[in-house]
Nanobody, 125 residues
Framework: EAQLVESGGGLVQAGGSLTLSCVASGFTFDDYAIGWFRQVAGKEREGVSCLSAIDRDTDYADAVKGRFTISSDSAKKTVYLQMNNLKPEETARYYC??????????????????WGEGTLVTVAT
């Protein structure tokens, strides 16, 4: 059974940093695009960042470019999201996703094969 387990969420002051982690199991990690979505309360989920299954190319939403960094450790089957200079409006539940196999990007949420349960990030003013 495929599983994605996120950790690392919490409370941070505006301008602060957090690193989210997601451990994958039950599928071939290297064959899947892996990334992060988020959902602000009352809004639709949106893609944040993704590592393609092809060469692990990175992709970021415009709103987070230059502040967030996605990375992975294949041996640990783990994907990370380093988030710097966080803003209050980025308070959201952050979800780890997997798309594939051999997906070039994480695309929209309709194309996601596996979802984690999410981890809550709260950015205080």
């Amino acid at each position: 059974e495929a599983q994605l387990v996120e950790s690392g969420g919490g409370l941070v002051q505006a301008g602060g940093s957090l690193t989210l982690s997601c451990v994958a199991s039950g599928f071939t990690f290297d064959d899947y695009a892996i990334g992060w979505f988020r959902q602000v309360a009352g809004k639709e989920r949106e893609g944040v960042s993704c590592l393609s299954a092809i060469d692990r190319d990175t992709d970021y939403a415009d709103a987070v470019k230059g502040r967030f960094t996605i990375s992975s450790d294949s041996a640990k089957k783990t994907v990370y999201l380093q988030m710097n200079n966080l803003k209050p409006e980025e308070t959201a539940r952050y979800y780890c996703v997997a798309v594939g196999p051999y997906a070039r990007d994480c695309a929209g949420e309709d194309g996601v094969d596996y979802w984690g349960e999410g981890t809550l990030v709260t950015v205080a003013t």
